[in-house]
């Protein structure tokens, strides 16, 4: 049976997914030809595309790494968390703490179908299909409510998923909405297309031609500037470096040489609410 055949129900083929073309990034296999010509053609502009999804999923890992070792947080909000992967959060998490609470949300089709299949400790871990631009209705969902107690600290995961939420969609007043959920003591972790602008020319320039391709082939893309990333976190404290690029925010090894095609235009930092 091929991959087009095995198709859960709901599932448009016809179209490319976002989370099926940055599967595809990952080398994964839940994505389909409409998907991976999609991401061909912005690797063209971007060669280096599949490194930047793997930094981006290094640099949740010691998010969560850092959230559940050095902050203690023992319940995640993980919301476009995308199809499985290598490195999902309940696994880094529970690498740590196997009594740590994590709660998927996304709202394709195929993420569910195939989390479901993967999750089978339910004590511990759920999956949700809902919207992130209907910020109310997600957090009053039962399972999100069941699952997360918001008078208690939580670590909110809003990777890679911010800048798939257009400009008019109001991308700040989501984030302030879910900012406003959480209890003290929480954290949010964002990362998010950047557009470096006069500071670094020509990652700026593939910037905006990515950015059209993006718009193109999957309708949503949004490479926002520092001022509107930084935005996003609120009167939330960031945590030392900063928002930076993915790779220097608290690396494990040695940095990379910076001279790759998107290093300057994917960044991420972490924030705890005061
Ligand atoms: C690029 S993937 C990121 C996956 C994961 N968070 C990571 O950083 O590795 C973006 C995910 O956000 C999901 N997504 C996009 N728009 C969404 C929305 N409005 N509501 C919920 N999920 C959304 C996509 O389906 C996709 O799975």
């Not at 299949?117 to 069941?146: G, K, N, Y």
């Not at 879910?178 to 949010?188: E, I, N, Q, T």
């Not at 972790?189 to 593939?206: D, L, Q, R, T």
Request: aromatic fraction near 8%; charged fraction near 20%; avoid cysteine.
């Amino acid at each position: 049976m091929t991959i087009e055949e095995s198709a859960p129900p709901g599932v448009d083929i016809s179209h490319p997914s976002v989370a099926r073309v940055y599967d595809h990034m990952l080398g994964g296999k839940d994505n389909f030809a409409v998907d991976r010509q999609a991401g061909e053609m912005a690797l063209q502009i971007t060669p280096d595309g599949p490194a930047a999804a793997r930094v981006n999923r290094l640099f949740l890992r010691r998010v969560v790494r850092h959230l559940v070792e050095e902050a203690g947080i023992r319940q995640f909000l993980d919301l476009g968390s995308g199809l499985p992967t290598q490195g999902n959060v309940h696994e880094i998490a529970h690498q740590f703490d196997p009594t740590a609470r994590v709660i998927y949300v996304d709202h394709d089709p195929m993420v569910l179908a195939h989390s479901q299949a993967l999750l089978t400790d339910t004590e511990t871990t759920a999956v949700v299909q809902a919207d992130v631009r209907e910020p109310a209705e997600l957090l009053a969902h039962p399972e999100v409510r069941r699952f997360i107690d918001f008078d208690e600290p939580v670590g909110l995961l809003l990777m890679a998923i911010l800048h798939h939420v257009g400009d008019d969609e109001d991308p700040a007043g989501i984030a302030a909405t879910f900012r406003k959920s959480l209890a003290s003591g929480s954290y949010l972790a964002i990362s998010h297309f950047h557009n470096p602008g006069a500071e670094h020319p020509e990652a700026a320039a593939k910037a905006v031609e990515v950015e059209r391709v993006f718009n193109q082939t999957m309708g949503t893309g949004r490479w926002r500037t520092r001022a509107e990333i930084l935005s996003y976190f609120g009167d939330f404290t960031l945590l030392a470096p900063g928002v930076v690029p993915l790779a220097e925010w608290r690396p494990e090894g040695t940095i990379d040489s910076g001279q790759t095609d998107t290093y300057y235009t994917f960044v991420g930092g972490l924030a705890r609410k005061p």
